[in-house]
Nanobody, 123 residues
């Protein structure tokens, strides 16, 4: 099993930057893909960014050029650097891991989840 614990996030003004981090433990070597999901009130959970064990990253169009996902396989950490934040980025952000290939987009294919961390952007 894999355990994920997020940290970071918080309150930031529009145009500002925040970073969310995730510490992984357990059988992480099997996790071929790790990603960040977010869920805003009343909305479905959305895959924001993911990265494979080989370092290939993908992003949802709305965050391209603003967010950067990074995975450190030695330290078993995952981070999401968020810049030029906008009000619509407000959500609970979840770290997730999957052993499936190719890299999944359906949250049902992610077997490990963190508890979530709140990101609030004020306009």
């Amino acid at each position: 099993q894999v355990q994920l614990v997020e940290s970071g996030g918080g309150l930031e003004q529009a145009g500002g930057s925040l970073i969310v981090s995730c510490a992984a433990s357990g059988d992480t070597i099997c996790m071929s893909t790790m990603g960040w999901y977010r869920q805003a009130p009343g909305k479905e959970r959305e895959l924001v960014a993911s990265v494979t064990s080989g370092g290939v990253a993908t992003y949802v169009d709305s965050v391209k050029g603003r967010f950067t996902i990074a995975r450190n396989r030695v330290r078993d950490t995952l981070s999401l650097q968020m810049s030029n934040l906008q009000a619509e980025d407000t959500a609970v952000y979840y770290c997730a891991a999957s052993a499936k290939w190719p890299p999944p987009t359906n949250p049902r294919d992610y077997s490990a989840w963190g508890q979530g961390t709140q990101v609030t952007v004020s306009s």
